[in-house]
T-cell receptor, first 108, second 115 residues
């Protein structure tokens, strides 16, 4: 399973765009990249998933360069309620290795 | 509110006692996962089911932990006897079929405290 590296923590202000980068140098050909969000005392919630280039949904965008050795989760115009831990997972049929995630704190 | 149902939400018990957690996945989801999450860390997979069969239990401490999914729907995770180090959040997740691009849907977990 590909190992991922993310920043431990990030701070931002309301209304700003936040970019969280995940490094996954050993990603395999069949691996997808998936991001989850977790609030205290809740289970992780699926945010977005991609294989290559760019994926966008109603809450986030995921940018994946051609070599796929990293990916960037982009959250537009964050609010206080986006304060959470964000996990990057890389894997195939079994995307089962969560790292320690990135604690994003949005400040007023 | 999570679509995957877990109970109880909180459990306090003494060491050496038995404890059980229950999970009801999203209807139609063939793959079910149990995770353990220690405070400040990411979830760690304990066991994965495909329908009623275990496909991965390599990280399950089998001397004290057991898991079953008898009819391929809901599942139970048991600890006997519980130890102080078992205090953690126990999360259940499900996905349609565990294939490449099927994300996992998590419940809100059971917070276990061992006294």
């Amino acid at each position: 399973l590909a190992k991922t590296t993310q920043p431990i923590s990030m701070d931002s202000y309301e209304g700003q765009e936040v970019n969280i980068t995940c490094s996954h140098n050993n990603i395999a050909t069949n691996d997808y990249i998936t991001w989850y969000q977790q609030f205290p005392s809740q289970g992780p919630r699926f945010i977005i998933q991609g294989y290559k280039t760019k994926v966008t949904n109603e809450v986030a965008s995921l940018f994946i360069p051609a070599d796929r050795k990293s990916s960037t989760l982009s959250l537009p115009r964050v609010s206080l309620s986006d304060t959470a831990v964000y996990y990057c997972l890389v894997g195939g049929a079994r995307q089962l290795t969560f790292g320690s995630g990135t604690q994003l704190t949005v400040l007023p | 509110e999570a679509e995957v149902a877990q109970s109880p939400r909180y459990k306090i018990t003494e060491k050496s006692q038995a404890v059980a957690f229950w999970c009801d996945p999203i209807s139609g989801h063939a793959t079910l996962y149990w995770y353990r999450q220690i405070l400040g860390q990411g979830p760690e997979l304990l066991v994965q089911f495909q329908d009623e069969s275990v496909v991965d239990d390599s990280q399950l401490p089998k001397d004290r932990f057991s898991a079953e999914r008898l009819k391929g729907v809901d599942s139970t995770l048991k600890i006997q006897p519980a130890e102080l180090g078992d205090s953690a959040m126990y999360l259940c997740a499900s996905s349609k079929d565990g294939t490449l691009n099927q994300p996992q849907h998590f419940g809100d977990g059971t917070r276990l405290s061992i006294l």
